[in-house]
């Protein structure tokens, strides 16, 4: 069975970073496109930013630009998102997700202060 563990989250000032981190187990992540997701609260989920199965290709939302970058340890069956320049409006739940085989971790989350 598919499954995706985030980790990486916690509470940092206005400015900071963290690094989220992914671990895949369960399917052949080397070939699949990732992920990462986040949720506010009353707030529908949302796309932050993907990359392909080789990490070639990166896409980010507007927010995200410029502030967060998305990687992969093909290796290591792990996908990380580093976010730099945190904001109050960044606080939500990050999720992990796996287009192809549909599948979300639980979660890890994110509280940025002013």
């Known amino acids: 069975q598919v499954q995706l563990m985030e980790s990486g989250g916690g509470l940092v000032q206005a400015g900071g970073s963290l690094r989220l981190s992914c671990a895949a187990s369960?399917?052949?992540?080397?070939?699949?496109?990732m992920g990462w997701y986040r949720q506010a609260p009353g707030k529908e989920r949302e796309l932050v930013a993907t990359i392909s199965s080789t990490g070639a290709t990166t896409n980010y939302a507007d927010s995200a630009k410029g502030r967060f970058t998305i990687s992969r340890d093909n290796a290591k069956n792990m996908v990380f998102l580093e976010m730099n320049s945190l904001k109050p409006e960044d606080t939500a739940v990050y999720y992990c997700?796996?287009?192809?085989?549909?599948?979300w971790g639980q979660g890890t989350q994110v509280t940025v202060s002013s």
């Open positions: 997700y796996s287009p192809s085989s549909a599948s």
């Open positions: 369960g399917f052949i992540f080397v070939i699949h496109t």
